[in-house]
């Protein structure tokens, strides 16, 4: 219980210390996931990676002035109509996951030593 307390706690802390852009109208250009190119480069797996995670994040890919953005909408609170947008660069969602695979090992980590000194007082 107290690991999935912990685990809580990091996501709200996460999600509320990451920037928020404030509701604009972006253009929203959806990049199809096997982008053709006739040149390989060394980027295509890590960029095919942030998409595959983005999609999983249910992240829009968008366009915005030549920086590509993976954005979300979150309804606001007490509202059905009002929607906010976060907007994150590639940068900002490779630390995210980096970060959440952190706390979910240390969850991990957590929940092992307390299963451990569970087993340690039974006997």
């Given at each position: ?29 959806q ?55 976060t ?6 969602l490779?630390r995210m ?9 240390q ?17």
């Open positions: 219980m107290r690991a999935w307390m912990l685990f809580v706690a990091a996501a709200v802390v996460g999600c509320a210390s990451q920037p928020s852009t404030p509701p604009s109208k972006l253009p929203t250009a990049v199809p996931a096997a982008v053709s190119s006739s040149v390989a480069q060394p980027n295509d797996s890590v960029e095919a990676h942030r998409l595959a995670a983005a999609h999983k994040l249910n992240l829009k890919v968008v366009d915005k002035g030549g920086q590509q953005l993976f954005c979300r909408s979150d309804v606001v609170t007490g509202s059905h109509l009002h929607r906010d947008e907007c994150y660069t590639a940068d900002q490779d996951q980096e970060q959440m695979r952190r706390d979910l090992d969850i991990k980590a957590e929940t092992e030593t307390e299963r451990r000194s569970a087993v340690g007082h039974l006997n």
